[in-house]
């Protein structure tokens, strides 16, 4: 009796979480192809955790791998989405944030006047403390 490919890594059908093609997946929810992609782009990402080719693979060897799937396919990652944040222009963004945030509270006064709860905060104390 010859068992199919899909029955022994138990796969299924699903939706491909990187193509969004509908067929068999694995347990990550990623296509053949897809699941290929991901193991390079890790091996190119260096890492070695997650990696199940560099698993096998001795650690003075593990550069060798990555160079050699560079040398296949090319620096640049497939299906993961590479670091592109700017830690200068978040800096600056978050410190302008800062100072609308304060000229706004310094034009926004609250009117107590009309409140028994703003206008004798002593009082309200005293009495919670009774309690």
């Known amino acids: 009796m010859e068992v ?23 347990d990550v929810g990623l296509c053949d192809a897809c699941a290929g992609k991901l ?3 890790l091996i190119r990402k260096r890492d070695w955790a997650y990696s199940a080719t560099a698993f096998g693979c001795p650690k003075d060897k593990l550069e060798n791998l990555r160079n050699d799937v560079i040398q296949k396919y090319g620096k640049k990652y497939e299906l993961i989405a590479g670091d592109k944040t700017s830690p200068k222009k978040a800096k600056r963004n978050r410190g302008r944030n800062r100072k609308k945030c304060r000229s706004a509270n310094n034009s926004m ?11 004798a905060p002593e009082e309200l104390v005293g009495h919670l403390l009774s309690l």
């Open 4 to 26: 199919e490919h899909y029955d022994i890594w138990c796969n299924y059908e699903a939706e491909c979480q990187g193509c969004d093609m509908w067929g068999p997946v694995n």
């Open 39 to 41: 193991e390079r782009d």
């Open 109 to 119: 006064k609250m009117d107590t006047s009309h409140s028994p709860f703003f206008s």
